[in-house]
């Protein structure tokens, strides 16, 4: 199966990182992932509100860490 995903990760090691977040975030949001990673049933809704607390959560993140680095 191919995807025309036209996302390149800055840091390629991420990609895990990043798959554990959609995980745990999707958990507490009530929402299941399929096993098999398929995400074409689930609804455009439920997609996004994972993929805006994900950048909610990064976002965060990063001023945490700026704000560490500046104080």
Do not use: C, H, W
């Amino acid at each position: 199966m191919s995807t025309n995903n036209s996302n390149n990760l800055v840091v390629t090691r991420a990609n895990g990182a990043l798959e554990q977040l959609k995980f745990e975030i999707a958990q507490e949001l009530g929402i299941s992932i399929p096993q098999d990673g398929y995400q074409g049933n689930m609804t455009s809704y439920e997609n996004g509100s994972i993929g805006g607390y994900i950048t909610k959560r990064l976002v965060t993140i990063a001023e945490q860490q700026l704000a560490g680095q500046f104080s």
